[in-house]
């Protein structure tokens, strides 16, 4: 079959998917019903998580040159700041939440897209499916009319909270509405506001949310009604002023608005991210509410954990089991979402003023420990995102008497299923973020040296290396060492990481020999401490990889 993946939707999630398909030499066809795309600017925060994706794609500098960096949060009681969280203790060394419109993200990403040559087909609308143990059959309608049956191997839809494919599919979703009514407004506004910070506003005349956007005093504001109350026909500036003045208590001018809207919070989620052949990812898989702005950055990670698992079985490397995890992955990931954003919109829109009190005072208390400043910035960011029940990811204990304190760092440390550390790592040319040095197209497996290595143990590594590069070609291997430079024993430079001061092998608890296997989307797939690569390879052998030794039956464990 000629085309591998039919991706319906050319949202960010759909563009995402089919850059990073693409990246790994997918055939791929990208068609959405829209004839342009939209203009508006929607969803503006775009966390940390999302920007180390961003990186690997090559984009990320282009996405900050264009946005404005957020370092902060602040909290108010009837004008008066109760609360600050700074961003910039975000464990990521894209310590911040980037301001950038959706159109300006989907922009970059259309760049990249085509420049990897998937031409995105506009005014495409996809109507109806069939599919069968091999593949799927679309049904799409061209703007003169023509319908076009189009056989493909897989279908992923990304086609937004109504999403045709979902419906095609079957895929039941369940949805639940929040009782409240919000407008927004994004506009140029002059007021004493840090502009390098979000602030949202308590007041017994209602809530206000104010984000600072690219452009030089441009924000974007939002404010909450009660649930039955009609929404204004037109509000213009002057509404906006008024409505800014009374809840926050500062004087607030708003001319030149570009974009004026109103919307209610309806959050969805399906049943089942997939069935046989079509999945569905971003607001077709879950719609959630924009307080917190995870939407579209949970989206955006929906298409990055399937990219690498869809070019995985496509390329004949792993077994289509292989597939089940991503609705064991990413459903958990969307409900407990839904569960933060709905919590967070009642949060903001309570009526109660005995509870608005209880609420700010919880609010002043609990930011003031930096503990709970840290845990705040890396959620809202994503970092604490982790799939530690995954069927596909695991870890082997070996606790030695011997080295009873290694043992037990090791294994109260890092888990398999969390996100990756990146840190710092010294390569044979220059300093580099470890994240720099991983492939995004392979999964990356690093042997770590520990503190006390025997220097003669560094060829076993270096065998290892070669073997199981050999045998599974997706798998690319690093040697780190806890060393400032490389040993006169070995000769295999290209993949030897130098950690001279120790910080790398800390962060991941490698103070004894140990190995990481670090998937294509930088979650930990599988650990263990020691280099038993029989531990490793009874691990591949569970989920169903292939080696090169055998390629078309999965070993039996």
Same mark, same amino acid.
């Given at each position: 079959?000629?085309?591998?993946?039919?991706?319906?939707?050319?949202?960010?999630?759909?563009?995402?998917?089919?850059?990073?398909?693409?990246?790994?030499?997918?055939?791929?066809?990208?068609?959405?019903?829209?004839?342009?795309?939209?203009?508006?600017?929607?969803?503006?925060?775009?966390?940390?998580?999302?920007?180390?994706?961003?990186?690997?794609?090559?984009?990320?500098?282009?996405?900050?040159?264009?946005?404005?960096?957020?370092?902060?949060?602040?909290?108010?009681?009837?004008?008066?700041?109760?609360?600050?969280?700074?961003?910039?203790?975000?464990?990521?060394?894209?310590?911040?939440?980037?301001?950038?419109?959706?159109?300006?993200?989907?922009?970059?990403?259309?760049?990249?897209?085509?420049?990897?040559?998937?031409?995105?087909?506009?005014?495409?609308?996809?109507?109806?499916?069939?599919?069968?143990?091999?593949?799927?059959?679309?049904?799409?309608?061209?703007?003169?009319?023509?319908?076009?049956?189009?056989?493909?191997?897989?279908?992923?839809?990304?086609?937004?909270?109504?999403?045709?494919?979902?419906?095609?599919?079957?895929?039941?979703?369940?949805?639940?509405?929040?009782?409240?009514?919000?407008?927004?407004?994004?506009?140029?506004?002059?007021?004493?506001?840090?502009?390098?910070?979000?602030?949202?506003?308590?007041?017994?005349?209602?809530?206000?949310?104010?984000?600072?956007?690219?452009?030089?005093?441009?924000?974007?504001?939002?404010?909450?009604?009660?649930?039955?109350?009609?929404?204004?026909?037109?509000?213009?500036?002057?509404?906006?002023?008024?409505?800014?003045?009374?809840?926050?208590?500062?004087?607030?001018?708003?001319?030149?608005?570009?974009?004026?809207?109103?919307?209610?919070?309806?959050?969805?989620?399906?049943?089942?991210?997939?069935?046989?052949?079509?999945?569905?990812?971003?607001?077709?898989?879950?719609?959630?509410?924009?307080?917190?702005?995870?939407?579209?950055?949970?989206?955006?990670?929906?298409?990055?954990?399937?990219?690498?698992?869809?070019?995985?079985?496509?390329?004949?490397?792993?077994?289509?089991?292989?597939?089940?995890?991503?609705?064991?992955?990413?459903?958990?990931?969307?409900?407990?979402?839904?569960?933060?954003?709905? *919590?967070?919109?009642?949060?903001? +829109? @309570?009526?109660? $003023?005995?509870? /608005?009190?209880?609420?700010? !005072?919880? %609010?002043?208390?609990?930011?003031?420990?930096?503990?709970?400043?840290?845990?705040?910035?890396?959620?809202?960011?994503?970092?604490?995102?982790?799939?530690?029940?995954?069927?596909?990811?695991?870890?082997?204990?070996?606790?030695?008497?011997?080295?009873?304190?290694?043992?037990?760092?090791?294994?109260?440390?890092?888990?398999?299923?969390?996100?990756?550390?990146?840190?710092?790592?010294?390569?044979?040319?220059?300093?580099?973020?470890?994240?720099?040095?991983?492939?995004?197209?392979?999964?990356?497996?690093?042997?770590?040296?520990?503190?006390?290595?025997?220097?003669?143990?560094?060829?076993?590594?270096?065998?290892?290396?070669?073997?199981?590069?050999?045998?599974?070609?997706?798998?690319?291997?690093?040697?780190?060492?806890?060393?400032?430079?490389?040993?006169?024993? *070995?000769?295999?430079?290209?993949? +030897? @990481?130098?950690? $001279?001061?120790? /910080?790398?092998?800390?962060? !991941?608890? %490698?103070?004894?020999?140990?190995?990481?296997?670090?998937?294509?989307?930088?979650?930990?797939?599988?650990?263990?401490?020691?280099?038993?690569?029989?531990?490793?390879?009874?691990?591949?052998?569970?989920?169903?990889?292939?080696?090169?030794?055998?390629?078309?039956?999965?070993?039996?464990?």
């Amino acid at each position: 079959m000629s085309l591998d993946v039919l991706i319906v939707g050319a949202g960010p999630t759909g563009l995402l998917l089919a850059a990073q398909l693409a990246r790994f030499g997918i055939k791929v066809r990208l068609v959405d019903q829209k004839p342009q795309p939209d203009h508006q600017s929607r969803a503006i925060s775009v966390f940390a998580r999302t920007l180390e994706i961003f990186d690997k794609l090559g984009v990320a500098e282009e996405m900050i040159k264009r946005g404005r960096q957020l370092q902060g949060i602040n909290l108010y009681t009837d004008g008066k700041r109760i609360a600050h969280v700074s961003l910039d203790n975000i464990d990521s060394f894209f310590p911040f939440v980037l301001s950038l419109p959706q159109s300006e993200t989907e922009k970059i990403l259309t760049q990249l897209v085509e420049s990897l040559g998937v031409k995105i087909e506009r005014d495409v609308t996809f109507t109806a499916l069939e599919q069968d143990n091999d593949s799927v059959t679309a049904t799409l309608w061209h703007p003169d009319g023509e319908e076009e049956h189009c056989p493909c191997a897989w279908l992923v839809g990304c086609d937004g909270a109504r999403s045709a494919v979902r419906k095609a599919a079957s895929l039941v979703d369940k949805s639940n509405n929040i009782p409240a009514l919000f407008l927004l407004a994004d506009a140029k506004t002059h007021w004493q506001l840090e502009k390098n910070e979000f602030h949202v506003f308590f007041s017994s005349k209602g809530e206000l949310a104010a984000f600072p956007l690219p452009q030089d005093n441009y924000w974007r504001v939002i404010l909450d009604f009660p649930a039955d109350t009609e929404a204004p026909s037109n509000p213009d500036v002057k509404f906006f002023e008024q409505q800014s003045r009374e809840r926050t208590h500062l004087q607030a001018s708003f001319n030149q608005p570009e974009w004026i809207s109103s919307f209610r919070v309806r959050q969805r989620i399906v049943n089942k991210c997939r069935t046989g052949r079509v999945f569905v990812a971003g607001d077709a898989l879950a719609s959630h509410s924009p307080v917190g702005g995870q939407g579209m950055n949970t989206g955006l990670q929906d298409a990055y954990n399937l990219a690498w698992k869809l070019a995985l079985v496509i390329q004949n490397q792993a077994s289509t089991d292989l597939l089940h995890s991503y609705q064991a992955e990413r459903e958990p990931i969307s409900k407990s979402l839904l569960t933060f954003t709905e *919590l967070a919109t009642r949060g903001v +829109i @309570l009526s109660n $003023p005995i509870i /608005k009190q209880i609420r700010s !005072y919880l %609010a002043s208390f609990l930011t003031s420990f930096g503990s709970v400043q840290q845990f705040i910035a890396n959620t809202l960011s994503e970092l604490n995102i982790n799939y530690a029940h995954s069927p596909i990811v695991g870890e082997d204990k070996n606790f030695s008497l011997t080295s009873l304190i290694d043992s037990l760092r090791f294994r109260y440390g890092l888990k398999a299923g969390e996100r990756a550390p990146d840190v710092m790592i010294e390569t044979v040319n220059a300093s580099k973020r470890l994240y720099q040095v991983l492939s995004d197209l392979k999964h990356n497996l690093l042997l770590f040296g520990g503190l006390d290595t025997k220097k003669e143990n560094y060829t076993r590594f270096i065998q290892i290396a070669k073997e199981i590069e050999e045998q599974y070609p997706y798998i690319k291997v690093h040697l780190i060492l806890w060393e400032s430079q490389i040993p006169d024993i *070995l000769d295999w430079h290209q993949l +030897i @990481l130098l950690d $001279p001061k120790g /910080k790398c092998h800390q962060r !991941y608890r %490698a103070f004894s020999e140990c190995l990481y296997l670090i998937r294509p989307d930088f979650y930990i797939g599988y650990r263990y401490q020691g280099t038993d690569v029989s531990k490793l390879i009874m691990h591949l052998q569970k989920i169903n990889f292939f080696s090169i030794s055998n390629k078309t039956i999965p070993l039996e464990v």
